[in-house]
């Protein structure tokens, strides 16, 4: 009994670790490809004149690097831009929020596991 009370704490403790690493991880991967594709877009955008034959094939290149979800000139990739500030700024804010709460998951699991064998 007691081997299995350590086992449930332990995964009280490494399972919340492991889904916010993970968040984390899929978060700046995102990030990083939407600031990668918005920055081959404004290249688009701010191309030499006479580098596309016209508006079309313009907006056919900026279209292959990213789908976008509304139309309308640079306002096409409003939801985009707004995404990616949202995800800057979350991710500069609550980064020492996620390293504190690990600390305390990883403090309580090892208490809790500790507790069992005194």
Do not use: C, N
């Amino acid at each position: 009994m007691k081997w299995l009370a350590t086992i449930f704490a332990a995964l009280g403790g490494v399972l919340p670790i492991a889904a916010v690493l993970w968040g984390w991880r899929s978060t700046r991967r995102e990030y990083k490809r939407l600031v990668s594709d918005l920055d081959a877009i404004d290249a688009v955008i701010h191309a030499p004149e006479g580098t596309y034959p016209d508006m079309t094939a313009q907006s056919d290149a900026m279209k292959a690097i990213r789908a976008p979800h509304f139309t309308y000139g640079r306002t096409m990739y409003t939801y985009e831009w707004i995404q990616r500030l949202i995800l800057e700024q979350a991710m500069s804010e609550l980064r020492g929020p996620a390293w504190l709460a690990g600390a305390g998951i990883a403090f309580g699991t090892a208490a809790s596991v500790w507790s069992t064998w005194l």
